[in-house]
């Protein structure tokens, strides 16, 4: 990899300014808790120890555009995310998705049977 592991962000070595850590790492509670949350703010909580040794997290990610090593700063992982504002888009696809299938639900004979057959009225026909 050759440039920042956050999804959706292109930032890379080469991008000037900037800086990249490498996920936290180590056998201690701190490093392991640290890691742990970094995976989880990156949602890359099912990479193996194999990518994250390769995996750079870019600066951009934290607000002060330094990580921290302070439990209580907000910088002790990384917050900030180009997804953040993506992230309705799953809902507005499955939205198209639902509409997508009642209309296909509605098509033809099926349809008219489908509403024929609801409960109440099952026994009349
Ligand atoms: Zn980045």
Known sequence: MSGCCVYGCTNRYSTGGLKFYRIPRGPRPFQ?????????????VDWNEDIIKNSRVCSAHFISGEASLDSSSPDFVPSVFMYTKQ?????AKMDRYHRKRRRADCVGLSCRLLHVLTPEHRWDI
């Open 32 to 44: 392991s808790n640290r890691r742990r949350l970094w995976l989880q703010a990156i949602k890359r």
């Open 87 to 91: 992230s309705q888009n799953p809902n």
